[in-house]
Protein backbone atom coordinates (compact mmCIF):
# COMPACT_ATOMS: atom_id res chain seq x y z
CA UNK A 1 0.00 0.00 0.00
CA UNK A 2 2.98 2.01 0.65
CA UNK A 3 4.29 1.76 -2.09
CA UNK A 4 1.46 1.90 -4.30
CA UNK A 5 1.43 5.58 -2.67
CA UNK A 6 4.51 6.07 -3.65
CA UNK A 7 4.21 5.47 -7.13
CA UNK A 8 1.16 8.13 -7.17
CA UNK A 9 3.14 10.68 -5.69
CA UNK A 10 6.25 10.39 -8.12
CA UNK A 11 3.73 10.36 -10.91
CA UNK A 12 1.80 13.66 -10.08
CA UNK A 13 5.48 15.42 -9.48
CA UNK A 14 6.79 14.16 -12.26
CA UNK A 15 3.53 15.70 -14.59
CA UNK A 16 4.20 18.72 -12.41
CA UNK A 17 8.21 19.40 -14.13
CA UNK A 18 6.49 19.67 -17.29
CA UNK A 19 3.83 22.80 -16.79
CA UNK A 20 6.64 23.95 -13.95
CA UNK A 21 9.17 24.42 -16.85
CA UNK A 22 6.83 25.87 -19.27
CA UNK A 23 5.53 28.52 -16.59
CA UNK A 24 9.57 29.63 -16.22
CA UNK A 25 9.72 29.79 -19.67
CA UNK A 26 6.67 31.92 -19.89
CA UNK A 27 7.81 34.20 -17.16
CA UNK A 28 11.29 34.49 -18.85
CA UNK A 29 9.33 35.80 -22.25
CA UNK A 30 7.71 38.03 -20.16
CA UNK A 31 10.37 39.78 -18.53
CA UNK A 32 12.34 39.79 -20.67
CA UNK A 33 9.93 41.85 -23.16
CA UNK A 34 8.83 43.79 -20.42
CA UNK A 35 12.17 44.82 -18.63
CA UNK A 36 13.24 48.29 -18.68
CA UNK A 37 16.66 49.59 -18.55
CA UNK A 38 17.01 52.90 -17.94
CA UNK A 39 15.08 54.61 -14.95
CA UNK A 40 12.08 56.10 -16.58
CA UNK A 41 10.10 56.44 -13.88
CA UNK A 42 10.78 60.37 -13.08
CA UNK A 43 10.44 60.93 -17.03
CA UNK A 44 6.69 58.81 -17.73
CA UNK A 45 5.49 60.37 -14.25
CA UNK A 46 6.22 64.01 -15.90
CA UNK A 47 4.97 62.97 -19.18
CA UNK A 48 2.07 61.94 -17.85
CA UNK A 49 0.96 64.53 -15.26
CA UNK A 50 -2.44 65.78 -15.10
CA UNK A 51 -3.25 68.75 -17.48
CA UNK A 52 -4.08 70.78 -14.29
CA UNK A 53 -3.64 70.02 -10.50
CA UNK A 54 -5.45 71.57 -7.75
CA UNK A 55 -3.40 70.49 -5.38
CA UNK A 56 -0.13 72.01 -7.40
CA UNK A 57 -2.45 75.16 -7.81
CA UNK A 58 -3.87 75.87 -4.20
CA UNK A 59 -0.20 74.63 -3.22
CA UNK A 60 1.55 77.31 -5.16
CA UNK A 61 -0.33 79.70 -3.58
CA UNK A 62 0.07 78.99 -0.13
CA UNK A 63 3.88 79.12 -0.58
CA UNK A 64 4.31 75.29 0.41
CA UNK A 65 5.21 73.94 -3.14
CA UNK A 66 6.57 75.50 -6.59
CA UNK A 67 3.90 75.55 -9.11
CA UNK A 68 4.55 75.38 -12.90
CA UNK A 69 3.39 78.47 -15.54
CA UNK A 70 0.61 75.86 -16.83
CA UNK A 71 -1.34 75.33 -14.02
CA UNK A 72 -0.82 78.85 -12.56
CA UNK A 73 -2.33 80.94 -15.68
CA UNK A 74 -5.24 77.56 -16.05
CA UNK A 75 -5.68 78.40 -12.58
CA UNK A 76 -5.62 81.92 -12.42
CA UNK A 77 -7.78 81.94 -15.80
CA UNK A 78 -10.84 81.17 -12.91
CA UNK A 79 -9.52 83.03 -9.95
CA UNK A 80 -8.49 86.20 -11.11
CA UNK A 81 -4.66 87.00 -9.51
CA UNK A 82 -3.27 83.72 -8.87
CA UNK A 83 0.03 84.38 -9.94
CA UNK A 84 0.24 87.62 -8.60
CA UNK A 85 -0.65 85.78 -5.15
CA UNK A 86 1.97 83.21 -6.36
CA UNK A 87 4.20 85.72 -6.75
CA UNK A 88 3.13 87.49 -3.38
CA UNK A 89 2.95 91.12 -5.75
CA UNK A 90 -0.42 91.39 -3.66
CA UNK A 91 -0.42 94.98 -4.02
CA UNK A 92 -1.40 94.35 -7.87
CA UNK A 93 -4.78 92.42 -6.40
CA UNK A 94 -6.51 96.32 -5.86
CA UNK A 95 -5.75 97.29 -9.47
CA UNK A 96 -6.62 94.39 -10.92
CA UNK A 97 -9.80 93.86 -9.18
CA UNK A 98 -10.67 97.35 -9.23
CA UNK A 99 -10.31 97.70 -12.82
CA UNK A 100 -11.84 94.88 -13.99
CA UNK A 101 -15.04 95.56 -11.70
CA UNK A 102 -14.92 99.15 -12.40
CA UNK A 103 -15.07 98.30 -16.26
CA UNK A 104 -18.19 95.29 -15.49
CA UNK A 105 -19.92 98.49 -13.12
CA UNK A 106 -19.59 100.99 -16.19
CA UNK A 107 -20.57 98.25 -18.68
CA UNK A 108 -24.05 97.68 -17.04
CA UNK A 109 -24.87 101.22 -16.31
CA UNK A 110 -23.80 102.79 -19.70
CA UNK A 111 -26.22 99.51 -20.99
CA UNK A 112 -29.11 101.15 -18.66
CA UNK A 113 -28.82 104.58 -19.81
CA UNK A 114 -29.10 103.35 -22.99
CA UNK A 115 -31.93 101.01 -23.13
CA UNK A 116 -34.04 104.18 -21.54
CA UNK A 117 -32.30 106.82 -23.57
CA UNK A 118 -31.73 104.85 -26.55
CA UNK A 119 -28.36 107.50 -27.90
CA UNK A 120 -25.81 105.50 -29.09
CA UNK A 121 -23.30 107.23 -27.08
CA UNK A 122 -24.12 105.38 -24.17
CA UNK A 123 -23.90 101.87 -26.32
CA UNK A 124 -20.64 103.20 -27.18
CA UNK A 125 -19.71 104.12 -23.51
CA UNK A 126 -20.93 100.43 -22.66
CA UNK A 127 -18.70 98.81 -25.15
CA UNK A 128 -15.58 100.52 -24.31
CA UNK A 129 -16.60 99.46 -20.73
CA UNK A 130 -16.58 95.99 -21.00
CA UNK A 131 -13.61 95.92 -23.51
CA UNK A 132 -11.46 97.79 -20.54
CA UNK A 133 -12.20 94.96 -17.84
CA UNK A 134 -11.28 92.50 -20.19
CA UNK A 135 -8.05 94.38 -20.57
CA UNK A 136 -7.45 94.66 -16.95
CA UNK A 137 -8.29 90.24 -16.96
CA UNK A 138 -5.85 89.88 -19.61
CA UNK A 139 -3.20 91.99 -18.15
CA UNK A 140 -3.22 90.01 -15.09
CA UNK A 141 -2.56 86.99 -16.81
CA UNK A 142 0.23 88.53 -18.89
CA UNK A 143 1.57 89.78 -15.80
CA UNK A 144 1.65 86.68 -14.48
CA UNK A 145 3.81 85.24 -16.73
CA UNK A 146 6.06 87.70 -17.59
CA UNK A 147 7.01 87.94 -13.85
CA UNK A 148 7.84 84.42 -13.06
CA UNK A 149 10.96 82.65 -12.46
CA UNK A 150 13.38 83.33 -15.51
CA UNK A 151 15.14 80.13 -15.22
CA UNK A 152 16.10 78.55 -18.20
CA UNK A 153 15.57 80.30 -21.28
CA UNK A 154 13.41 79.83 -23.83
CA UNK A 155 10.95 78.41 -21.18
CA UNK A 156 8.24 76.81 -23.31
CA UNK A 157 5.59 77.44 -21.04
CA UNK A 158 6.18 80.77 -21.29
CA UNK A 159 6.28 81.06 -24.60
CA UNK A 160 2.99 79.02 -25.14
CA UNK A 161 1.31 81.35 -22.64
CA UNK A 162 2.90 84.54 -24.70
CA UNK A 163 1.32 82.98 -27.75
CA UNK A 164 -1.93 82.51 -26.52
CA UNK A 165 -2.50 85.75 -25.08
CA UNK A 166 -1.20 87.45 -28.01
CA UNK A 167 -0.24 85.76 -31.13
CA UNK A 168 3.47 86.64 -32.46
CA UNK A 169 4.70 87.49 -29.03
CA UNK A 170 5.94 84.01 -28.41
CA UNK A 171 8.01 84.19 -31.30
CA UNK A 172 9.28 87.25 -30.62
CA UNK A 173 10.37 85.54 -27.07
CA UNK A 174 12.24 82.68 -29.07
CA UNK A 175 13.84 85.24 -30.94
CA UNK A 176 12.02 84.08 -34.22
CA UNK A 177 11.22 87.71 -35.89
CA UNK A 178 10.78 86.61 -39.27
CA UNK A 179 7.36 84.23 -38.43
CA UNK A 180 5.57 87.26 -36.87
CA UNK A 181 4.58 88.39 -40.04
CA UNK A 182 3.61 85.44 -41.61
CA UNK A 183 1.17 84.23 -38.50
CA UNK A 184 -0.17 88.15 -38.29
CA UNK A 185 -0.42 88.43 -41.86
CA UNK A 186 -2.50 84.88 -42.17
CA UNK A 187 -4.58 85.86 -39.27
CA UNK A 188 -5.43 89.45 -40.96
CA UNK A 189 -6.03 87.58 -44.34
CA UNK A 190 -8.00 85.39 -42.91
CA UNK A 191 -10.45 87.59 -40.67
CA UNK A 192 -10.51 90.05 -44.01
CA UNK A 193 -12.25 87.05 -45.75
CA UNK A 194 -14.59 86.47 -42.74
CA UNK A 195 -15.84 90.06 -43.05
CA UNK A 196 -16.46 90.10 -45.95
CA UNK A 197 -17.82 86.85 -46.76
CA UNK A 198 -19.96 87.70 -43.96
CA UNK A 199 -21.09 91.07 -45.52
CA UNK A 200 -22.50 89.28 -48.66
CA UNK A 201 -23.84 86.44 -46.99
CA UNK A 202 -26.47 88.88 -45.28
CA UNK A 203 -26.25 90.82 -48.37
CA UNK A 204 -28.08 87.96 -49.92
CA UNK A 205 -29.66 86.42 -47.08
CA UNK A 206 -31.61 90.00 -47.28
CA UNK A 207 -32.18 89.42 -51.17
CA UNK A 208 -34.09 85.58 -50.18
CA UNK A 209 -36.52 87.20 -47.84
CA UNK A 210 -37.22 89.65 -49.74
CA UNK A 211 -38.00 87.45 -52.92
CA UNK A 212 -40.02 84.96 -51.02
CA UNK A 213 -41.57 87.36 -48.41
CA UNK A 214 -45.05 86.90 -48.92
CA UNK A 215 -45.81 90.87 -48.10
CA UNK A 216 -47.66 92.49 -50.93
CA UNK A 217 -46.11 95.46 -50.02
CA UNK A 218 -42.17 94.09 -50.59
CA UNK A 219 -40.43 94.92 -53.35
CA UNK A 220 -39.26 92.06 -55.56
CA UNK A 221 -35.50 92.26 -55.80
CA UNK A 222 -34.36 90.98 -59.87
CA UNK A 223 -32.63 87.80 -58.85
CA UNK A 224 -34.99 84.79 -58.27
CA UNK A 225 -35.19 82.98 -55.07
CA UNK A 226 -33.52 80.25 -56.44
CA UNK A 227 -30.25 81.57 -57.16
CA UNK A 228 -30.01 83.81 -53.86
CA UNK A 229 -30.59 81.12 -52.11
CA UNK A 230 -27.44 79.64 -53.82
CA UNK A 231 -25.24 82.61 -53.16
CA UNK A 232 -26.43 83.05 -49.53
CA UNK A 233 -25.30 79.19 -48.66
CA UNK A 234 -22.20 79.50 -50.64
CA UNK A 235 -20.54 83.08 -48.74
CA UNK A 236 -22.36 81.40 -45.56
CA UNK A 237 -20.16 78.35 -46.59
CA UNK A 238 -17.15 80.70 -47.61
CA UNK A 239 -17.19 82.56 -43.83
CA UNK A 240 -17.39 79.43 -42.24
CA UNK A 241 -14.09 78.01 -44.10
CA UNK A 242 -12.99 82.10 -43.51
CA UNK A 243 -13.43 81.88 -39.59
CA UNK A 244 -12.43 77.91 -39.39
CA UNK A 245 -8.82 79.13 -41.08
CA UNK A 246 -8.38 81.88 -38.84
CA UNK A 247 -8.41 78.87 -35.65
CA UNK A 248 -6.11 77.12 -37.25
CA UNK A 249 -3.89 79.81 -38.05
CA UNK A 250 -3.92 80.54 -34.35
CA UNK A 251 -3.43 77.21 -33.10
CA UNK A 252 -0.68 76.78 -35.48
CA UNK A 253 1.35 80.00 -34.20
CA UNK A 254 0.87 78.66 -30.41
CA UNK A 255 2.19 75.23 -31.53
CA UNK A 256 4.94 76.63 -33.59
CA UNK A 257 6.12 78.82 -30.00
CA UNK A 258 5.35 75.92 -27.76
CA UNK A 259 7.82 73.08 -30.29
CA UNK A 260 10.63 75.70 -31.57
CA UNK A 261 10.97 76.73 -27.70
CA UNK A 262 11.53 73.12 -26.18
CA UNK A 263 13.97 72.70 -29.95
CA UNK A 264 16.59 75.38 -28.46
CA UNK A 265 18.28 72.88 -27.25
CA UNK A 266 18.54 70.47 -29.96
CA UNK A 267 22.21 70.32 -31.70
CA UNK A 268 22.08 69.82 -35.39
CA UNK A 269 25.64 69.65 -36.77
CA UNK A 270 27.68 68.41 -39.47
CA UNK A 271 29.57 65.37 -37.54
CA UNK A 272 27.46 62.14 -38.76
CA UNK A 273 29.68 58.45 -38.10
CA UNK A 274 29.10 55.34 -38.11
CA UNK A 275 30.95 52.58 -36.13
CA UNK A 276 30.43 49.02 -36.62
CA UNK A 277 32.48 46.74 -34.32
CA UNK A 278 31.94 43.09 -32.66
CA UNK A 279 29.87 42.84 -29.66
CA UNK A 280 28.86 39.89 -27.20
CA UNK A 281 24.73 39.99 -26.39
CA UNK A 282 24.64 38.60 -23.00
CA UNK A 283 21.81 35.52 -22.46
CA UNK A 284 20.63 36.86 -18.86
CA UNK A 285 21.12 34.97 -15.38
CA UNK A 286 17.81 32.24 -16.55
CA UNK A 287 19.66 31.30 -19.82
CA UNK A 288 22.95 30.88 -17.88
CA UNK A 289 21.09 28.42 -15.46
CA UNK A 290 20.29 26.19 -18.69
CA UNK A 291 23.51 25.82 -19.84
CA UNK A 292 23.13 28.68 -22.85
CA UNK A 293 26.15 30.85 -23.48
CA UNK A 294 26.33 34.16 -24.67
CA UNK A 295 26.21 35.14 -28.76
CA UNK A 296 28.50 37.02 -30.30
CA UNK A 297 27.74 39.72 -33.28
CA UNK A 298 28.07 42.83 -34.84
CA UNK A 299 26.89 46.32 -33.09
CA UNK A 300 26.13 49.32 -35.56
CA UNK A 301 26.38 52.88 -33.35
CA UNK A 302 25.26 55.96 -35.12
CA UNK A 303 26.58 59.24 -33.98
CA UNK A 304 24.81 62.40 -35.12
Not at 149 to 157: I, L, R, S, T, V
Not at 158 to 168: A, C, R
Not at 170 to 188: R, S
Not at 277 to 289: E, N
Amino acid sequence: MKFRSFIVLLGCLMASLPLSAQYRDDQFKRDAFTQTYADTTEKTATDTSQLFSFKEYFGGLAHKRTASLKTLSMGSAVLIGGTQIYHKQYWKLPIIYGGIGAGIYGGIHFNNQYKSTGEEKYKLYSTLSYVGAGLFYWGSLMDGAVCYEKGKYPNPAKSTVYSILLPGLGQLYNGEFWKVPLYWGLMAGSVHFVVENNMQYKRWKWVYDQATSEDPDVEKPPQSAENAKYYRDAYRRLRDYSILAVAVSYLLQVIDANVFAYMQDFEVNDELSMKVAPSVIPMGDYAMVNGSRPAVGLSIGLKF
